[in-house]
């Protein structure tokens, strides 16, 4: 099983690896692709202005431009910890015991719109590229993406529960992977989708994926692994679950 998790925004600082190798990264056939997005993204971190506006910055995040321009001298950390945020606090990778943190290094990948998809353990600088965004000379992200992404992804011929939604997912879309949609219930029965609390849930489903010793295979044993971890799962096609939360 693999678990795709959407990337953050808000990433930490520093780290203790050598500077970015884009070609140990995993999935070695996105090299040249990473290599052109990470290209374009220090480029761009010459222009301050155009990169406010390519990357959507306020004046409060300029610093990110400076990520940027530093992307292959900076140092590097796994990527289950670079990334942080609402879901990776819902996820508790640190928290996780030893044979937690080996599964995750098994199962785990993380969106990205500069890498595509890399794994847990990949080591990763800290930048800013968001899935909506435009590079100058470039198309959309997804059209970049899309043709050599989803062909990688699903050569990995394992079980996927895709956790990405919107920008990130139709980056690389998997033929076949099962997607995950959080809901909240009413008194009355009504259901709306979850907002706010969408990537809260779906960091404990990760966690739920990664500690579990069950072999999840196809969308039953996936939703009876959830259940038992005590989320209320339904089938909803044969691609799709929904959680129910109250």
């Known amino acids: 099983m693999r678990v795709i998790l959407p990337p953050s925004e808000t990433k930490s600082d520093g780290g203790a690896g050598v500077p970015l190798d884009l070609e140990k990264l995993s999935l070695p056939e996105l ?6 997005v990470a290209d374009a993204l220090v480029a761009l971190a010459d222009d ?22 530093e992307l292959f001298v900076s140092p590097t950390r796994p990527a289950i910890t670079r990334y942080t945020g609402v879901l990776y606090d819902a996820l508790d990778y640190r928290g996780m015991t030893r044979a937690s943190k080996a599964k995750a290094a098994d199962r785990l990948m993380i969106g990205s719109a500069l890498f595509g998809v890399v794994a847990a353990t990949d080591e990763i600088p800290a930048y800013r590229l968001s899935g909506g965004s ?54 009355d029965g009504s259901r ?17 994926l990664v500690s579990t010793r069950a072999q999840v295979a196809d969308i039953g044993k996936l939703a009876a692994v959830l259940s038992s971890a005590g989320h209320r799962v339904e089938i909803t096609s044969p691609t799709e679950i929904t959680v129910i939360t109250d």
């Open 192 to 208: 709306s989708v979850v907002s706010h609390f969408n990537k809260h849930y779906k960091g404990l489903i990760a966690r739920d």
């Open 31 to 36: 090299a040249a692709t990473r290599r052109r």
């Open 134 to 187: 435009k590079l100058p000379g470039f198309g959309t992200l997804a059209a970049v993406w899309k043709p050599v992404l989803s062909p990688a992804l699903e050569a990995l011929d394992d079980f996927v529960v895709d956790l990405r939604s919107g920008a990130y997912l139709s980056l690389g879309p998997v033929r076949g992977a099962v997607t995950a949609t959080v809901v909240t219930e009413a008194a």
């Open 48 to 69: 301050l202005d155009a990169s406010q506006r390519a990357l959507g910055l306020g004046k409060s995040q300029l610093a990110e431009v400076d990520r940027n321009a």
